[in-house]
């Protein structure tokens, strides 16, 4: 069941497997909390290699550059914010 059923279905697929990588990878923390100047889609930290290569084990092999940097800043949003506000934030725009 995903968590991302109010999400349209061409973002759906990137933001739950991203959520699920994160989980578990158990690396919440790290993103919640990365704040290097590069950004995600420059890092090189291997956790940020690890949750891409989680992210294609699940099942979505399309991200570009900046599709996984947003969507790994939309996973830091719902770890500082929580699902209630993305969800609120998300279906308000």
């Known amino acids: 069941m995903s968590k991302f059923n ?5 973002d759906r697929k990137m933001l739950q497997t991203a959520f699920d990588a994160v989980t578990q ?3 919440w923390d ?10 995600f889609m420059f890092s090189k930290s291997p956790n940020v290699d690890r949750i891409y290569s ?9 991200h570009s550059g900046s599709s996984f940097a947003w969507t790994l800043r939309t996973m ?6 929580g699902m209630d506000n993305f969800i609120l934030a998300y279906t308000s725009r």
């Open 30 to 39: 790290f993103v919640t909390n990365f704040n290097e100047e590069n950004g």
């Open 6 to 10: 109010f999400v349209n279905e061409s």
């Open 25 to 27: 990878l158990e690396l």
């Open 76 to 81: 830091q949003y719902i770890g500082k914010h």
């Open 54 to 62: 989680k992210i294609e084990q699940l099942g979505y092999n399309g």
